[in-house]
């Protein structure tokens, strides 16, 4: 299997400030979300899905409980559904 080495700088999350969003997004980033009844699809181009591998990972370094709220209004595409990426412990 062939693989390919990526080397990305992600944020640290504070509990008092949060995640930086500003340093997770990539140029020309598209992401949008949609539910039905069945399903929930999340649709994004390159930028976008290395945008969420950021966010991911930034999140995957928090030391407590957190989570990030993205919609239409921040950082999501017109006509999103919500979306909110939570810790588990």
Known sequence: ??????????????????LDFGFCWEDN????????EKETTIKANK???V??????????????????HLDQHNSLEENSVELIIETSA
């Open 47 to 49: 930028e976008g899905l």
């Open 29 to 36: 980033f598209s992401i949008f979300v949609e539910k039905n």
């Open 51 to 68: 945008s969420l591998a950021k966010i991911f990972l930034a999140l995957s370094e928090a030391e407590k409980h957190c989570h990030i």
């Open 1 to 18: 299997m062939e693989t390919e080495k990526i080397i990305l700088e992600i944020p640290t999350y504070s509990q008092e400030k949060g």
